[in-house]
Every structure is written in structure tokens, then in C-alpha cells.
């Protein structure tokens, strides 16, 4: 443990017992004993400093666009709001960009591709923070975060060191990384630095983005980008007018022999190799086939184009919402013996 001095908390950006309704696109109407906004390296020093660092439970939340609060969060929420976008080296063919974790992550991507650096283009119009862009190693459209990371800069909120992981110590997987694993609320990510490319090599094998560009003129990437909200626009609610959290589950992996048992019984089952090599289903599909595709039960239901967005219609519990994807679980577990995992993190 480094020397931290005791910083009473009145020096800090403190709020107690304060709702969350406006930070998770839940929108669960829940509480919080503390929020705690942390805008530089110093703030999370003297957090860890002062008495607030002895209550647990803690967390740390971003944008609250990957999150379930089941009722009131009885400790310690960090809010990492660090601001700060730096290109720290160049050379012929990239650029390394440094960027902090409190920054929006659509702003950053926008930037990225005014500025013609190309890596982020497919992962246009995701919610949330740069800050928690390695946690599940966010991705769509056939690219993933950790194609551009080259490190990400954390402080371990038990020592109050800072460490810097390289893109391997990630351990970046599909929708996973040690941020969300061994390493989850224990590390605040402060800062990444992402390489960037400058001669342009798009990803533009994925069928429905390939598909979309086709109507543009050329394959720039402006045009990427835009394609790519246009697709997300048309599939995905905004939360805004839907409260939700995007998928709520993970597309389940499975080996050869269970694919093998799988197509026994269910011929027409979709399946796919993914960037790792392994075999995924399409979780949408199971839910599809069990009959929950733009199904309701009182204030939640699935989304009526993609049965994998569960949303709340307005004034769902938190509970409410987790009995109702349970409900989809045991259907998918009884139908096909397959155990959807969330992708979303219950709380
Ligand atoms: C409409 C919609 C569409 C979406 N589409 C996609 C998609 O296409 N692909 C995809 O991968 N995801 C998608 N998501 C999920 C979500 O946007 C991403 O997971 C996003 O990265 C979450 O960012 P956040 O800042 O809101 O994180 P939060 O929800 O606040 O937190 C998510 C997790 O990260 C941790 N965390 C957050 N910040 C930090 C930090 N600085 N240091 C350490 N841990 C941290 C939290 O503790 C929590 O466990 C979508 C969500 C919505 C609502």
C-alpha cells in the first residue's frame, strides 16, 4: 500500500444517498449510500486516502449503459469523469492516441475518424464511457476494442499503485477481460492509449455492413461510420425514447460435440466461428424459438427487432427486469440445454 495521507472527505466530490434513476439506461429508479465523481488521479488518491475507502461494497460505474441494479447499492460508487485526449507518438503508419477513461466513448470514435485514424469506425454509436470500453472488450460489426489497445493505465483501488497492462495482460476475450473478471472493481481504469492507423484498412467483411455500404458512393471512413449508425439506428432502441442496456446476453459458445447434438435435434440452428476460433450461436435465435420475440410482461419485455435488447417500458424494478430475463433463461435451458450468460452486469 503507497503513503496516502488522510483526505477528509469533505475535499471530495461526495453526494450521499442519491438516486441513480439518471445514470444507468435501465433506468431503475434505485439509490445509492454514495457517488463519488473522481475527475483526476489525484481524486482517486484521496479517496483511497480518506475514511469513504474502508466501505464496501464498491464499484465503479461509467455511463451505466452495461448495468442491472436490482435495488439500492448499499456502499460506494467511483464515477470516473477524467477528461483528456492526447496523441503521444506517431509514425508512418499509426498513431498512438492517449485517451482518458471519463471521456464519451461515440464523441472519442467521432473524432478518431474526422481526424482519418482508422480502428474504431465499426464501434460507432455504442453508449458509455472510453473508460469501460476494455471491461467487455466492447464490439460490433466484426471489430473489437482490443484490435487497437496497446495499454490500459488503471489504479488499484487496494494499493493505490498504478498499473499499466498491456494489450495481452488484458486478456481481452469475446465480451470479456480481466477488468471484468479477477481484476473487476478493483482496478479504475484512468486512461488507454489506442494505436490507430493511418493507411486505411477497413473491416468491412461483416454481411449487413457490407451490405449498407454498398449504397454509399465509396468505402471511406465517414461513410463507415455513418453506415454503421444507420444499421444500429434501424435495430436498436435508443435509449432515450426505451430504457435498456443493449444485449443482455451473450451468444453462447459451444465445442464441436455439442454443435454436433445440437443440429440432431434442431437442423436449422445458426451457428458461426468467431475471431477466436471457438463456435457461437445466436442467443437472439434460441430466445426467438423459445417464443419470447416481442413478448411484455407488464413493464419489461424484449424488444420487438431484436429479442436479445430487453427493455423496460417505463417504472420496472430492477427485480422485475432480472425475474423477467431468468424467465428467458430457464425457457433456453429447458428447450435446447444451453445457459445463456448475461452479457450485462447484475448488481
Ligand atoms: C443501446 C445500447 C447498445 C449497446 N451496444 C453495444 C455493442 O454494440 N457492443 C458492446 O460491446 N456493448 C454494447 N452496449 C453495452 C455498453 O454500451 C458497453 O458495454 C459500454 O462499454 C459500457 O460503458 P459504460 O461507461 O456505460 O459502463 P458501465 O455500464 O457504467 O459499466 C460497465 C462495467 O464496466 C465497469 N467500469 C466502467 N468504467 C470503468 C473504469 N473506468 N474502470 C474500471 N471499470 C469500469 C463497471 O464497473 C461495470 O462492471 C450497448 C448498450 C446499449 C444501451
Same mark, same amino acid.
Given at each position: 500500500?503507497?503513503?496516502?495521507?488522510?483526505?477528509?472527505?469533505?475535499?471530495?466530490?461526495?453526494?450521499?444517498?442519491?438516486?441513480?434513476?439518471?445514470?444507468?439506461?435501465?433506468?431503475?429508479?434505485?439509490?445509492?449510500?454514495?457517488?463519488?465523481?473522481?475527475?483526476?488521479?489525484?481524486?482517486?488518491?484521496?479517496?483511497?486516502?480518506?475514511?469513504?475507502?474502508?466501505?464496501?461494497?464498491?464499484?465503479?460505474?461509467? !455511463?451505466?449503459?452495461?448495468?442491472?441494479?436490482?435495488?439500492?447499492?448499499?456502499?460506494?460508487?467511483?464515477?470516473?469523469?477524467?477528461? !483528456?485526449?492526447?496523441?503521444?507518438?506517431?509514425?508512418?503508419?499509426?498513431?498512438?492516441?492517449?485517451?482518458? +477513461?471519463?471521456e464519451?466513448?461515440?464523441?472519442?470514435?467521432?473524432?478518431?475518424?474526422?481526424? !482519418?485514424?482508422?480502428?474504431?469506425?465499426?464501434?460507432?454509436n455504442?453508449?458509455?464511457?472510453?473508460?469501460?470500453?476494455?471491461?467487455?472488450?466492447?464490439?460490433?460489426?466484426?471489430?473489437?476494442?482490443?484490435?487497437?489497445?496497446?495499454?490500459?493505465?488503471?489504479?488499484?483501488?487496494?494499493? !493505490?499503485?498504478?498499473?499499466?497492462?498491456?494489450n495481452?495482460?488484458?486478456?481481452?476475450?469475446?465480451?470479456?477481460?480481466?477488468?471484468k473478471?479477477?481484476?473487476?472493481?478493483?482496478?479504475?481504469?484512468?486512461?488507454?492509449?489506442?494505436?490507430?492507423?493511418?493507411?486505411?484498412?477497413?473491416?468491412?467483411?461483416?454481411?449487413?455492413?457490407?451490405?449498407?455500404?454498398?449504397?454509399?458512393?465509396?468505402t471511406?471512413?465517414?461513410?463507415?461510420?455513418?453506415?454503421?449508425?444507420?444499421?444500429?439506428?434501424?435495430?436498436?432502441?435508443?435509449?432515450?425514447?426505451?430504457?435498456?442496456?443493449?444485449?443482455?446476453?451473450?451468444?453462447?459458445?459451444?465445442?464441436?460435440?455439442?454443435?454436433?447434438?445440437?443440429?440432431?435435434?434442431?437442423?436449422?440452428?445458426?451457428?458461426?466461428?468467431? +475471431?477466436?476460433?471457438?463456435?457461437?450461436?445466436? +442467443?437472439?435465435?434460441?430466445?426467438?424459438?423459445?417464443?419470447?420475440?416481442?413478448?411484455?410482461?407488464?413493464n419489461?419485455?424484449?424488444?420487438?427487432?431484436?429479442?436479445?435488447?430487453?427493455?423496460?417500458?417505463?417504472?420496472?424494478?430492477?427485480?422485475?427486469?432480472?425475474?423477467?430475463?431468468?424467465?428467458?433463461?430457464?425457457?433456453?435451458?429447458?428447450?435446447?440445454?444451453?445457459?445463456?450468460?448475461?452479457e450485462?452486469?447484475?448488481?
Open positions: 500500500m503507497l503513503f496516502l495521507p488522510h483526505v477528509p472527505v469533505q475535499m471530495m466530490n461526495v453526494r450521499e444517498n442519491t438516486s441513480l434513476l439518471a445514470l444507468n439506461t435501465f433506468r431503475v429508479d434505485v439509490n445509492t449510500r454514495y457517488h463519488i465523481e473522481v475527475s483526476d488521479v489525484q481524486d482517486i488518491r484521496n479517496f483511497i486516502g480518506s475514511e469513504l475507502h474502508a466501505i464496501q461494497p464498491r464499484m465503479i460505474l461509467g !455511463g451505466g449503459s452495461n448495468v442491472l441494479f436490482t435495488g439500492d447499492y448499499n456502499g460506494c460508487i467511483l464515477h470516473p469523469s477524467i477528461k !483528456g485526449i492526447e496523441k503521444t507518438s506517431e509514425d508512418k503508419g499509426s498513431v498512438m492516441i492517449r485517451t482518458a +477513461a471519463g464519451n466513448w461515440d464523441d472519442f470514435v467521432r473524432y478518431c475518424v474526422e481526424n !482519418g485514424w482508422c480502428g474504431l469506425e465499426n464501434l460507432s455504442i453508449p458509455g464511457t472510453v473508460g469501460a470500453s476494455p471491461v467487455q472488450n466492447i464490439g460490433a460489426y466484426g471489430s473489437e476494442v482490443r484490435d487497437s489497445i496497446e495499454t490500459v493505465e488503471a489504479i488499484d483501488l487496494e494499493t !493505490g499503485r498504478t498499473r499499466v497492462f498491456s495481452r495482460q488484458c486478456r481481452f476475450a469475446y465480451r470479456n477481460s480481466i477488468f473478471s479477477e481484476l473487476k472493481n478493483r482496478m479504475i481504469i484512468t486512461h488507454i492509449t489506442f494505436r490507430l492507423k493511418k493507411d486505411h484498412n477497413f473491416n468491412t467483411s461483416y454481411r449487413e455492413l457490407n451490405k449498407e455500404l454498398s449504397l454509399y458512393p465509396e471511406n471512413l465517414g461513410n463507415i461510420r455513418d453506415a454503421v449508425i444507420t444499421i444500429r439506428k434501424r435495430k436498436l432502441p435508443e435509449v432515450e425514447a426505451l430504457a435498456n442496456a443493449g444485449s443482455f446476453f451473450k451468444n453462447p459458445l459451444v465445442d464441436q460435440t455439442g454443435l454436433d447434438s445440437l443440429k440432431r435435434s434442431h437442423p436449422e440452428i445458426p451457428f458461426f466461428k468467431d +475471431a477466436y476460433g471457438s463456435i457461437k450461436l445466436s +442467443a437472439a435465435w434460441l430466445i426467438e424459438r423459445c417464443g419470447w420475440k416481442d413478448r411484455r410482461i407488464r419489461v419485455g424484449t424488444y420487438k427487432l431484436q429479442p436479445l435488447v430487453i427493455v423496460n417500458y417505463g417504472g420496472a424494478s430492477g427485480s422485475e427486469i432480472l425475474e423477467f430475463t431468468q424467465k428467458i433463461q430457464r425457457s433456453v435451458q429447458d428447450h435446447f440445454d444451453i445457459v445463456l450468460e448475461t450485462v452486469n447484475i448488481i
